[in-house]
Structures are given as C-alpha cells and as structure tokens.
C-alpha cells in the first residue's frame, strides 16, 4: 500500500457458510448447489433444472440479513417451499480451511483469481468472484 494511505476499513463485514439443496421435480432427488449458479443437474436422474437469478438474490437477501445479526458459532437450518422445495442450511463462521477447519488468515484480503494455500494443511481454496450479482443481494 503506497505510503500515506490507510489499511481499508474491514468493519462490517462477515461471513457465513451455505449449504443448500433442491429437490429434482423429476424423481425426487437432492440437487446440491455450488453457489448462485444458473442450471443445474439432478445426480440421480441427469435432469436439467433452471434457476432463475430472482430465486438466488431473494435467498441469499433473506439468508444474510439472517446471519448478519447471528452471534458467532450460530446456525439454523430451514426446508424451503415454493418455487422449489430445498434444505438451507446456514452457519456464521469466519472462513476456514474446509479440509482441516483451520481459520484462513487475513480473509478480506483475498482477490478473485487467486489461490490460498492452508498454513496447516496446505490445501489449496481457489479465490472466485461473487457470481450473478450476488454481492448486491448481501452487502458486506
């Protein structure tokens, strides 16, 4: 950082841990989601199910203003219904090492497009950039 500037203010931020899951309207089957993506593929049957942004940014509004206020180490679960039927399941944790549960040193200087290496384990975590407009849906 050039001399004279300050360290960017981290106050604010969080972060929180998602796992969520859809039924397939097929046969029934979980389809696990790797974040806001816009198709995905039933594992048991290969059915192909869209997901519109409009689903992502509303569950991911409603799921960080959920764990915004989450005391630390806190979680909750939920089963969706409506446009699809699906598990939530969300806990507010600081990054970690999903291989060892180590905490990621120093998490809000990461840059998209880069690799963390575990100080404990040596896994490697590829940074990525938030998809689909996701950060408007929960900022911070």
Avoid at 50 to 58: G, N, S, T
Avoid at 113 to 119: F, P
Wanted: glycine share 10%.
């Amino acid at each position: 950082m050039p001399a004279g500037t300050t360290e960017p203010s981290h106050e604010g931020l969080f972060s929180f841990r998602i796992e969520f899951s859809i039924q397939c309207s097929k046969c029934d089957g979980h389809i696990p989601l790797d974040g806001p993506v816009e198709k995905a593929f039933c594992h048991d049957c290969g059915s192909p199910v869209q997901i519109p942004r409009e689903y992502w940014m509303d569950t991911l509004s409603n799921s960080c203003r959920k764990m915004q206020d989450m005391e630390m180490g806190g979680g909750r679960g939920s089963i969706l219904m409506g446009t699809f039927w699906g598990n939530l399941e969300l806990a507010r944790f600081d990054p970690y090492c999903d291989s060892c549960k180590t905490d990621i040193q120093d998490p809000w200087h990461m840059e998209p497009g880069t690799v963390y290496r575990c100080r404990k384990c040596g896994m490697e975590h590829h940074v990525e950039a938030l998809r689909n407009g996701s950060s408007k849906a929960c900022p911070g």
